[in-house]
């Protein structure tokens, strides 16, 4: 791999382990050991930290070292409401123009999530439900806005992954995936609204998960 190649993989790579929470909230980061487990030179990984810091990914402390941020609260609350106010522009727009052909490739990404649920497999629902918000940005004709949602949603994702291997959960969340399927079909536009803000609010909602790690969030 080339020097940009290497940069944005082990960017990505480090990216992925704390938002997937391999890396811990309040884990402290060594440059030279993410180097050698890399098997990458040092400079990409400093490299890799200062992208991250700039996302609140990380916090750079001098003297002291790199440590993951742990997760604020009001830093989800705000990338929440921001989420929700593009995705329900989305739907304004996208149901006027929907077709059935459109609906049944939702309901085949909502069939593929249950089979995910059934087998445990909690990382391929995370993707399918990245396809299924995805889709209905591109379906509207806004693909973009999902670039936009994908930019401020960082932390949301860390509460996200958290919650999803909490029982019932998921079968939740399926349900509400279903239900805006169903406003979109029959062309509710107030239903479909208020299914989406129960849904990311639901996503979310991190009192079961703060119980659970208290120690990854600030207090």
């Known amino acids: 791999m080339d020097a940009s190649n290497v940069k944005h993989s082990v960017?990505?790579?480090?990216?992925?382990?704390?938002?997937?929470?391999?890396?811990?909230?309040?884990?402290?980061?060594?440059e030279a050991d993410l180097a050698v487990k890399m098997n990458v030179s040092r400079t990409p990984v400093r490299e890799a930290f200062i992208s991250l810091s700039k996302e609140g990914l990380v916090e750079i402390l001098p003297q002291r070292g790199t440590f993951v941020t742990k997760i604020d609260l009001e830093d989800v609350r705000q990338?929440?409401?921001?989420?929700?106010?593009?995705?329900?522009?989305?739907?304004?727009?996208?149901?006027?123009?929907?077709?059935p052909e459109q609906i049944a490739r939702l309901k085949e990404n909502v069939a593929e999530q249950e089979k995910s649920h059934q087998r445990n497999d909690y990382i391929r629902f995370y993707e399918l439900d990245e396809e299924f918000h995805r889709s209905l940005a591109e379906m509207s004709g806004h693909g973009k806005v999902w670039d936009i949602i994908k930019e401020i949603k960082v932390q949301m994702d860390r509460v996200r992954l958290l919650s999803l291997p909490i029982p019932s959960r998921i079968a939740e969340l399926i349900r509400q995936h279903f239900a805006i399927i169903q406003a979109l079909e029959e062309r509710n536009a107030d239903k479909a609204r208020e299914t989406m803000v129960l849904h990311l609010q639901y996503v979310t909602k991190p009192s079961e998960v703060q119980e659970k790690y208290k120690d990854y969030f600030i207090t």
């Open 79 to 99: 990338s929440t409401f921001i989420r929700e106010s593009l995705e329900i522009s989305v739907l304004g727009e996208l149901i006027k123009k929907i077709t």
């Open 11 to 30: 960017y990505t790579e480090i990216r992925e382990a704390i938002i997937h929470a391999r890396l811990e909230p309040g884990q402290r980061l060594s």
